[in-house]
C-alpha cells in the first residue's frame, strides 16, 4: 500500500461525469462534417474505436483499486470510470447508427481492435495494461485539447455532432491524469510507459487509417486529392491537429505529469455548455 499520493493533479479539477445523450442518428448518414468526406470519416474512425477501448481503460484501472492508500485519487477514479462508461455508451450508439447507414458491419470495424485487446488481456501482465491505458490516454488528452486550442478542427460540422465530440474532449481532459496517478502510485516504471506510447501511437494510427479506408470505401472522387486535403486539414497552417508534436513528445519526460499540460483555463469556457446530469460514480 502507498501511504503518500504522488499525483501533481490540481486539487480544484473536478471530475463530473454528465449523461449527456444526442440526437445523431440520421446526422450520421451524411457528410456531417461540412459535406467533407476526409473530415467525416476521420471522426467517424475514431468513434469506432471507443466503445472496446473505454471498457478496456476501464478495466485496467479498476484492477488496481484497493491497491493504493489515497481516498482523493480513489474519487477520481469513480469519476473516471463513470464518465468512461457513458463514452462507452454513446460512442456505441455513434458508431451502431453509422454502420447501418454506411451499410459496413460494425463487427468488421472492430475486428482489429477486438483481436488486439484480446491478445493484450490474456498476454500482458495488469500493469502493463494498464501502462496501454496511460499512453491511449495521452493520446485522448492531447487531441481533446487541440479540440478546444484549434476550433477550426469542428467548423462546419453539424452542431449536434459538434456538440458530442466538444463533450467528449471536454471529459477526458478532467480525467486526463487519473489512469496516470494510479499507474505511479502502484509503481509504475517510466520506460514501461514510454515503451506503450511508441507501441500504441502505432496501433491508434493503423486503426484509425484502416477504419477510414473502410468507411471510403465507396468515395468516388480522386483519392489523391482526397488525402492530399486530409493531411491538410489535419497538418496545415490552421490543421486540427497542428501543434501536438511537443505534447505528445513530453510524455517520454521522466519527470512528466498530464498536467504538466495545464488546460483549465482554456476548457472553463465550455463547461457551462455541458452542466447538467450527472450519472452516478462507479
Known amino acids: ?3 503518500q499520493s504522488l499525483s501533481r493533479t490540481p486539487q480544484n479539477v473536478e471530475i463530473v461525469p454528465r449523461n449527456r445523450q444526442f440526437n445523431i442518428d440520421e446526422t450520421l448518414a451524411t457528410n456531417w462534417h461540412g459535406g467533407d468526406a476526409f473530415k467525416t470519416a476521420f471522426f467517424d474512425a475514431m468513434s469506432i474505436l471507443f466503445p472496446l477501448g473505454e471498457q478496456f481503460f476501464i478495466d485496467s484501472v479498476k484492477a488496481f483499486r484497493g491497491k493504493f492508500d489515497d481516498p482523493e485519487l480513489e474519487r477520481r477514479v469513480r469519476g473516471f470510470m463513470a464518465q468512461e462508461a457513458v463514452h462507452r455508451r454513446e460512442h456505441q450508439r455513434y458508431n451502431e447508427a453509422l454502420c447501418r447507414a454506411r451499410g459496413v458491419p460494425l463487427e468488421k470495424m472492430e475486428r482489429a481492435v477486438n483481436r488486439r485487446q484480446k491478445l493484450a488481456r490474456k498476454l500482458l501482465t495488469p500493469k502493463q495494461q494498464l501502462s496501454g491505458t496511460v499512453a491511449f490516454e495521452h493520446l485522448t488528452a492531447i487531441l481533446a485539447d487541440a479540440t478546444f486550442r484549434n476550433p477550426e478542427g469542428l467548423e462546419g460540422a453539424h452542431p449536434e455532432m459538434a456538440a458530442l465530440w466538444r463533450w467528449h474532449a471536454l471529459e477526458e481532459t478532467e480525467h486526463k491524469a487519473v489512469a496516470f496517478d494510479v499507474f505511479v502510485a502502484v509503481g509504475g516504471k517510466t520506460w514501461r510507459r514510454r515503451l506503450s506510447m511508441a507501441l500504441v501511437t502505432l496501433e ?4 484509425v487509417i484502416r477504419n ?21 486539414f489535419l497538418f496545415g ?13 513530453d510524455f517520454y519526460k521522466k519527470d512528466f505529469h498530464p498536467w504538466d499540460h495545464d ?8 463547461m457551462s455548455d455541458f452542466g447538467g446530469a450527472e450519472v452516478n460514480p462507479i
Open 237 to 249: 497552417e490552421k490543421g486540427a491537429l497542428r501543434g501536438l508534436k511537443q505534447p505528445y513528445l
Open 204 to 207: 491508434f494510427t493503423q486503426h
Open 212 to 232: 477510414m479506408r473502410l468507411l471510403l470505401r465507396d468515395y468516388e472522387g480522386s483519392r489523391i486529392e482526397l488525402w492530399r486535403g486530409g493531411f491538410k
Open 263 to 270: 488546460n483549465r483555463e482554456l476548457v472553463s469556457s465550455v
Open 1 to 3: 500500500m502507498h501511504s
